[in-house]
């Protein structure tokens, strides 16, 4: 049984980590890094903050992720989020996703 529980245990551990670093590597991948930090201010609002902001909203991936996609400005007083065509649909949400996990 404790054989058992150390593997679940570990199973979890490595699954979590690993789908942590390849949402991270998807940050770096997609160029987020250019204007977010985790923890402060660059050119865009902190991740950390991004994720506080939208915490009780049930439909922040989706808007998140079409934000992503399309850009916009305003959320954030002037900061102005340039689209990101480049991002595809799927990688945006988990992108969303990911941010949101942060808070």
Not at 6 to 15: A, Q, R, S
Not at 24 to 38: G, P, R, T
Not at 85 to 101: F, I, M, N, Q, R
Request: hydrophobic share 40%; with cysteine; glycine share 6%.
């Amino acid at each position: 049984m404790r054989n058992a529980l150390t593997v679940l245990t570990f199973t979890c551990v490595v699954g979590t980590s690993g789908f942590a670093y390849a949402d991270y590597d998807l940050l770096v991948k997609s160029n987020c890094l250019a204007c977010h930090y985790l923890d402060k201010r660059k050119y865009g609002p902190k991740l950390n903050e991004i994720a506080s902001k939208y915490v009780n909203d049930a439909d922040a991936a989706e808007k998140l992720a079409k934000k992503i996609k399309a850009g916009g400005t305003g959320v954030w007083g002037e900061d102005v989020m340039p689209p990101q065509p480049h991002v595809s649909d799927e990688d945006a949400l988990k992108l969303a996703k990911y941010v949101l996990a942060l808070k």
